[in-house]
């Protein structure tokens, strides 16, 4: 196991940002803090920042032991809002970083957790952060920035929540207003357009930052991480909900669209270039009232892969001022499970089989198997799965983040593996790809090398869990051929989704680097590369102050 033992290195001479102490850290609702530091590219030298945080207001009686206890738990940086609405500036690295390595690492998550006094209730429900890590010439520089959505917006000005995000939604003052408020859930214009889940580059150059409302796709620039806009999808498909995950190549952008008056989805693609989506197909749901929460899904090179889980969207839970366990969703066991199989070009259902019952939030990568004379004979797809156990969702809840740091608690996951027959059986198989205990049976935040996208491939980079632990706090390679995974550690430390970026003209599946971005117990925080074949660190560079958490990222390649 490659540990990394925690590095001492202080800035370079070209930033100087004031350290972040232990009460800084114990702020845990810092309100908004709107300082714009300008960096212009190695030019300024030295960067101060005022208002990085405000301390925690005295309060009476002085808090209890406990309290304390809970506010200090609480300081890490994985799970601590951002301190300000943007910086930027070189990082020191220690360490070397590939000179091939030419382009800029885009991350996004919800890095924003209250409103003021008020701080929200569950990790999705924070507005947007989107971080950049520019490599050239074998340096760093990095900067970060809240995204401008009219729900983020709303909330600064008004200092309240405005829109409805994941859990939270706006108190309304009196009845009228309640009434008014779902009206305009089922308008879509209540919903928020928070784009705090990925970032994505089109085919034709557009960075498009997503989330699970369709309103929250929002163009940013890679370089200075400004909100340009809305992206506004020009057809007439209507919807309010699609995947946060759109499989998106050079040549198009696929995504699916949960029809939830008439169960299904519809399978869309958009061309680059254009704005429009146009269906290739529609599925039919199998079981239960709604549509199981599509989250992400896979494709193969000629299959759009469309995943029905017993965990639907529910429209009761939709209309409840305080959340339920599950959220928006609820778990229909009994409704069973299914995975569709549809043709990219006909938009036919080859096949749709039951499976055994599975929790995913994320596809890791789909294949077809083929015998020796070329015909197809099975679907295999594969996923973070969390064995069916839909209390992951709540294990995301912030007061556990925060409060549970270091128990045992997170629930076991590993790397499902459907594999779906197309001889007209009418069931999937659903089996662990590799012993779990080989990532310590976290599982989730996953990725591949994108040209193998739809193909077989032997290599997923995710993370995982040593243990214990109450959030996956290791990165691990997973050899789905030797079934076998390396894991990195670093103890107290949170990385994020590990990206694998390839070598150019490389030829090995794993010769590249891989990215992740690390959040540290005492509020630090540094950007680590990994090799992408041995995982070993290869280098390192520390942030000025620690980031938190955050959820998905893209390649965006110099020109
Ligand atoms: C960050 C992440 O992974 C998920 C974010 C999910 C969101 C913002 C979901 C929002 C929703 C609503 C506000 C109402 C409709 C249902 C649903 C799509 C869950
Ligand atoms: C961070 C996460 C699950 C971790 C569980 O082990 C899920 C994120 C989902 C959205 O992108
Ligand atoms: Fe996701």
């Known amino acids: 196991m490659a540990s990394m033992t925690s590095s001492s290195s202080s800035f ?24 714009t530091i300008p960096f212009s590219k190695h030019k300024v030298r030295r960067l101060t920042i005022t208002n990085v945080a405000t301390p925690l207001r005295p309060t009476s009686p002085p808090p209890a032991d406990k309290e304390i206890e809970q506010r200090k738990l609480s300081s890490h940086a994985a799970w601590t809002s951002v301190r300000q609405e943007r910086w930027e500036g070189e990082l020191d690295v220690q360490g070397t970083i590939p000179l091939w390595l030419n382009g ?16 929200f209730r569950h990790l999705f429900d924070g507005y947007a952060t989107l971080v950049k890590l520019h490599f050239e010439n074998g340096r760093v520089i990095a900067g970060h920035r809240q995204i401008e959505s009219e729900a983020y917006k709303a909330a600064k000005k008004n200092k309240k929540l405005c829109y409805r995000e994941f859990s939270e939604v706006p108190k309304q003052d009196n009845f009228l207003s309640y009434v008014g408020e779902l009206a305009s859930l089922f308008s879509g ?33 890679p370089n200075t991480l400004d909100t340009l806009g809305k992206f506004e999808y020009s057809d007439c498909l209507g919807g309010l909900i699609h995947s946060a995950h759109p499989i998106v190549t050079e040549t198009e952008f696929l ?47 000629h299959y759009v892969i469309v995943p029905e889980m017993s965990l639907r969207y529910c429209a009761q839970n939709l209309l409840k001022a305080e959340p339920t366990p599950l959220y928006k969703f609820r778990w229909h066991p009994n409704s069973k499970a299914f995975v569709h199989v549809m043709c990219k070009t006909s938009g036919k ?3 749709s089989v039951q499976v ?30 969390h064995n069916a156990d839909t209390t992951i969702l709540d294990k995301l809840r912030l007061h556990n983040l925060r409060t549970l740091m270091g128990q045992d608690v997170l629930p076991d996951a590993r790397v499902g593996r459907f594999t779906i027959p197309l001889d007209g059986s009418p069931y999937g198989k659903l089996d662990a790809a590799l012993d779990p205990n080989e990532h310590g049976r976290g599982m989730d935040m996953c990725s591949i090398n994108p040209a193998y996208l739809g193909k077989k491939y032997r290599y997923a980079y995710a993370c995982g869990a040593q243990r214990p632990c109450n959030f996956p706090n290791t990165l691990t390679k997973i050899d789905l051929v030797n079934k076998k995974a390396k894991n990195w550690y670093d103890e107290g430390t949170v990385p994020s989704e590990p990206f694998f970026v390839a070598r150019p003209g490389a030829t090995e599946e ?17 950007a680590l590369l990994l090799d992408g074949a041995t995982f070993e660190e290869i280098a390192r560079a520390k942030f000025p102050y620690g980031l938190p958490y955050g959820l998905h990222g893209c390649w965006v390649p110099n020109k």
């Open 12 to 35: 370079g001479n070209s930033i100087f940002l004031p350290t972040p102490t232990a009460s800084d850290n114990l702020v845990r609702n810092i309100p908004f803090c709107f300082e």
């Open 104 to 119: 800029t690492y885009l991350r996004n998550g919800p890095g924003m957790w209250h409103i003021d006094d008020y701080t």
């Open 189 to 221: 214009s209540s919903l928020t357009d928070n784009a705090n889940t990925g970032v994505v580059k089109l085919g034709d150059g557009r960075v498009v930052c997503l989330t699970e409302t369709q309103k929250g796709s929002i163009i940013i620039d």
């Open 255 to 301: 995504t699916l669209l949960p029809d939830l008056v008439k169960p299904g989805y519809l399978v869309v693609r958009m061309e680059p270039g254009t704005n429009e989506r146009k269906v290739i197909g529609r599925v039919d749901c199998r079981g239960g009232p709604a549509p199981g929460w599509v989250h992400s899904f896979p494709v193969t090179e």
């Open 349 to 351: 259902v080859v096949v």
């Open 356 to 385: 055994p019952l599975y929790v995913t939030f994320h596809f890791i990568n789909a294949y077809e198997e083929r015998d020796e004379d070329g015909r197809l004979t099975a679907i295999v797809a594969d996923c973070c799965e």
């Open 510 to 526: 794993d010769d590249g680097v891989v990215i992740s971005m690390v959040s540290e117990k005492s509020g630090d925080g540094y």
